[in-house]
């Protein structure tokens, strides 16, 4: 299997998506935040001097798909049609899960997964005042659809 963004010398380049045609493509990606009883009462109980820390973090999570290109050196910049994010609140954690979809031609992997890690760094500097010692972990690709290599779903996730 060869790396597709080095080309024969080994040097880094964006992968020349032009003579491919659109599809229907869609990634789901998660992770989570494991944080204090106290950081998670003020989350529930929206105490966060910073205002609704998971409303921000949604829309943080949202506009970091959408920047996706920006942000990520040999992404492509890529006509976005959707991108949910899904907060779930647990004893200890917040979970994020991220769907993000397009027609184009390219996958939206990336913008899933970076749209995960920026929800779950700003619940982390919305609560950093109660709990500094949050761990973000687990951030990986559950499923894609669409393009040339077809559906993938991870092993764990059903």
């Known amino acids: 299997m060869t790396l597709t963004h080095l080309d024969d010398t080994g040097a880094a380049h964006m992968v020349d998506v032009g003579g491919k045609p659109p599809t229907r493509r869609e990634a789901v990606a998660s992770g989570r935040i494991r944080l204090t009883p106290a950081a998670v009462d003020a989350i529930r109980d929206r105490g966060a001097a910073k205002g609704d820390v998971l409303a921000v973090a949604r829309v943080a ?28 609140l647990e004893d200890d954690a917040v979970v994020a899960t991220a769907t993000v979809a397009t027609e184009g031609k390219t996958g939206v992997e990336m913008e899933a997964m970076t ?13 950093k005042a109660v709990d500094k010692a949050m761990t973000i972990e687990g951030i990986r690709l559950l499923s894609k659809t669409g393009g040339k290599s077809g559906d993938w779903r991870a092993p764990e996730a059903g």
Not at 63 to 85: E, F, N, Q, S
Not at 119 to 127: E, H, K, N, R
């Open 115 to 127: 749209a995960v890690s920026v929800a779950l760094l700003t619940i982390y500097d919305m609560v």
């Open 61 to 88: 999570g949202i506009m970091a798909a959408k920047r996706t290109g920006d942000l990520i050196p040999l992404c492509h910049p890529l006509p976005i049609t959707r991108v949910a994010i899904d907060l779930r």
